[in-house]
């Protein structure tokens, strides 16, 4: 019996769907979502063990989700990018998803030239088809979409809900090589549990505030301990100004308690046990341009720094 198996890349903008679409895939939340664009700050790997099927031979697909391709001069912004080539790399699949309602521009020319300098097959997926009134709309658009590259399959979508994710499963696994299984079967993703735990805090920062606060924070988590019935942890949300920090906090408090409230009940979910949440907003003045501090958000870096040990947490 064949094995199919092989590294998928999700590239694509801003908002066009890409860890809706990974997390719809892997069937658990492991990216954060959010309206607001860079939402995805690190790849994320999930990973799918897909069954043998009457027309279909088992396999293993490790998809990366990417923070959304944008050209930004700040570090974070730098880091973003670096994160989305170290996820082209290697990489024997691109999934270039786009936003099936939104007209294609220049923006989007830089997405495909950049998936084309990878010399990787590439799949075009036209998300968001939920969105589309009028499905007789949909093959003058793929046929349109043809012309801009010989893209090995196009597969319309919608990963909100879930529509083609079966033909793209068996597109995918038929466009990989025979391979061995990369990953033990009940693993699902490589992110440790304490810097999932550190998204959904995030999320629900990005949730509740607006304009340029969501950019502005980020989150770090300084104690992460694990018992049978409870799970300690403590949080900090760095935003870079004062005023920032007041938002956060909100009126007496009450916009701090309210994340910590439903990031807490979130996170209680991931990991099984009660959980109890301290935050603590800090100010970390221009943080997004310290390169120090975004390689210190960064979890993969972390582990490095500690000898390469796997997280005890994860
Ligand atoms: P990313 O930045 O590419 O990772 O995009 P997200 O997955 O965070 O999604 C951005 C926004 O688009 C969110 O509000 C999603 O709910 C929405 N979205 C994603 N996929 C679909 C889809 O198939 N249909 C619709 N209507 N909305 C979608
Ligand atoms: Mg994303």
């Not at 970390?284 to 390169?291: N, Y």
Request: charged content about 25%; hydrophobic content about 40%; aromatic content about 6%.
């Amino acid at each position: 019996m064949s094995f199919h198996s092989g590294f998928v890349c999700i590239l694509g903008r801003p908002n066009a769907g890409k860890s809706t679409l990974l997390n719809a895939l892997v069937g658990e939340k492991l990216a954060i979502i959010s309206p607001k664009p860079q939402t995805t700050r690190n790849r994320i790997l999930g990973i799918i063990n897909v069954p043998k099927v009457k027309s279909r031979e088992a396999g293993q697909i490790v998809l990366i989700d990417t923070p959304g391709v944008h050209q930004s001069g700040s570090s974070l912004g730098r880091k973003m990018m670096s994160e989305i080539r170290e996820a082209l790399e290697g990489c024997e699949l691109i999934l270039l998803i786009v936003d099936a309602k939104k007209k294609w521009d220049r923006e989007d020319g830089f997405v495909l030239d950049l998936a084309k300098k990878a010399g990787t097959p590439i799949f075009l997926l036209l998300n968001k088809i939920d969105l589309l009134g009028d499905k007789s709309k949909l093959l003058p658009l793929i046929a349109q979409f043809q012309t801009l590259h010989d893209f090995k399959e196009t597969v319309p979508i919608s990963a909100l809900k879930k529509k083609g994710l079966d033909e793209l499963l068996s597109c995918v696994l038929k466009a990989l090589p025979n391979g061995p299984r990369y990953f033990p079967e009940d693993q699902i993703t490589d992110q440790p549990v304490r810097f999932m735990a550190a998204e959904l805090i995030r999320e629900h920062v990005l949730m509740q505030t607006h304009e340029e606060v969501p950019h502005a924070v980020s989150v770090l988590i300084e104690q992460f301990e694990e018992s049978q019935r409870l799970t300690r942890i403590a949080a900090v949300i760095f935003c870079e100004r004062d005023g920032q920090k007041a938002i956060l906090l909100g009126k007496g408090g009450q916009m701090l308690k309210k994340i910590g409230t439903d990031a807490r009940l979130d996170i209680e979910k991931m990991v099984g046990t009660k959980v109890f949440l301290e935050l603590f907003v800090k100010i970390k003045a221009g943080w997004r341009d310290s390169r120090t501090f975004v390689e210190e958000l960064d979890w993969r870096r972390q582990l490095q720094q500690i000898g390469g040990m796997p997280d005890p947490e994860s």
